[in-house]
């Protein structure tokens, strides 16, 4: 639980553990010590890291700290969205997926990035994020997420938390792909939602897209994303208490969204990405 006189910002009631040994672990306006373990909890302007020392240097966090840093820092292609109409069609498609958010919801963006993806999926409000970028988390802050600084592999909260629970363009930058359903799927409340995006593995638009970069490079180089299909995910949820329940395309740059139930699309090839939902059951 939060104790009296840390940070206001911090969610009333929200149990953190400590994401090597799972151990409760309350935080203070220093940071926090896990009891059991010893794991250190560091508080760096106004963000808590939930990250073991080893962990501090990785490429894709070395990417983003420095585009989070750069003049693209505050704009979506600091999220690796070379246009805002992109975003603009992933975040139609999110809504296509969720339909009416609960009133009072609570809701953790897995790899909230600077915020912007948030703000223009439910607007201005409370909501909570991770991201493994620390100048990420500070300018997220800026857009009243509570940003926390800590791996999607090892997530900083107690299970069964958040109502909604999703991952926007996240996964493909993640290995194990199992493992981070896993990670969703443990910290969203039975009955509740969990939905993840990424770029669409069997899309020859994409492929055309990844052409033309090599033409016109960004200004920061990213390391390569990991292609993924929608059956891929959807096998991947297999032994988790996820149900998979829609599947939404997008066909970037065209304003096209198509949701069906399930994961196998003769036009699979001329989406750019998509958008699954997955519904969290009981483990009784």
């Known amino acids: 639980m939060i104790p009296s006189g840390v940070s206001g910002d911090l969610p009333a009631g929200l149990q953190h553990i400590c994401p090597r040994c799972r151990s409760a672990i309350e935080l203070t306006e220093n940071g926090a010590s896990c009891a059991s373990c010893g794991f250190q909890v560091a508080h760096t302007k106004g963000v ?73 999926l439910l607007g201005p409000g409370p909501a909570i994020g991770i991201d493994y970028s620390l100048s990420m988390c500070i300018l997220a802050r800026a857009r009243k997420l509570t940003a926390y600084q800590a791996n999607a592999l090892a997530l900083p909260f107690a299970d069964a938390q958040f109502d909604l629970v999703y991952s926007a363009e996240t996964i493909q930058l993640i290995d194990d792909l199992p493992a981070a359903l896993a990670e969703l799927a ?24 990844q052409t033309i970069r090599k033409l016109y490079p960004a200004r920061v180089t990213t390391p390569p994303l990991i292609k993924r299909t929608a059956e891929e995910i959807r096998m991947a949820a297999k032994g988790l208490p996820l149900k998979f329940e829609v599947v939404c395309w997008t066909h970037f740059p065209l304003p096209w969204i198509r949701c069906q139930a399930s994961t196998r699309n003769p036009f699979a090839w001329a989406a750019t990405n998509f958008v699954i939902r997955f519904l969290k059951e009981s483990e009784s």
């Open 48 to 120: 808590y890291c939930f990250l073991e020392q080893a962990e501090t240097i990785n490429e894709w966090q070395s990417t983003f700290e420095e585009l989070a840093s750069g003049p693209l820092g505050n704009t979506s292609q600091a999220l690796d969205y070379r246009s805002p109409i992109q975003i603009r069609y992933i975040v139609a498609a999110f809504r296509r997926v969720l339909g009416t958010i609960p009133v009072g919801a609570r809701v953790l963006d897995v790899g909230c990035g600077n915020g912007i993806f948030f703000e223009s």
């Open 186 to 209: 443990r910290v969203c409340r039975p009955g509740g939602t969990v939905v993840v995006s990424t770029g669409n593995g069997a899309s020859l638009l994409r492929r055309v897209f």
